[in-house]
Nanobody
Framework: QVQLVESGGGLVQAGGSLRLSCAASGRTFSTYTMGWFRQAPGKEREFVASISRSGGTTYYADSVKGRFTISRDNAKNTVYLQMNSLNPEDTAVYYC?????????????????WGQGTQVSVSS
């Protein structure tokens, strides 16, 4: 089992940047595929990005491709989401998630463990 704690959210102006972090407990972090999702008020949770166990493969939603970068540091049990060129449509609660399976997935149901979320608000 793994516990996930996100941090780094906040309020930023359009065009600005934020870096989210997700710290994982336990000794098996490197055995999990990791993902970031977000949920805006009144909307379903949606996929943002995912990264393989080694960090060598990444996958992004079209809406964030070229603006967001997912990375991980297995020595620190942490996954990151660097968000640049933010716009108001990026406003949401951002969640990190861990998946025991090998293949990267964009589906909520594929992930086994979730953090509590961190709020990102982008003003126009």
């Amino acid at each position: 089992q793994v516990q996930l704690v996100e941090s780094g959210g906040g309020l930023v102006q359009a065009g600005g940047s934020l870096r989210l972090s997700c710290a994982a407990s336990g000794r098996t972090f490197s055995t999990y595929t990791m993902g970031w999702f977000r949920q805006a008020p009144g909307k379903e949770r949606e996929f943002v990005a995912s990264i393989s166990r080694s960090g060598g493969t990444t996958y992004y939603a079209d809406s964030v491709k070229g603006r967001f970068t997912i990375s991980r540091d297995n020595a620190k049990n942490t996954v990151y989401l660097q968000m640049n060129s933010l716009n108001p449509e990026d406003t949401a609660v951002y969640y990190c998630a861990a998946d025991r399976h090998l293949l990267l997935s964009e589906y909520v149901r594929a992930y086994d463990y979730w953090g509590q979320g961190t709020q990102v608000s982008v003003s126009s």
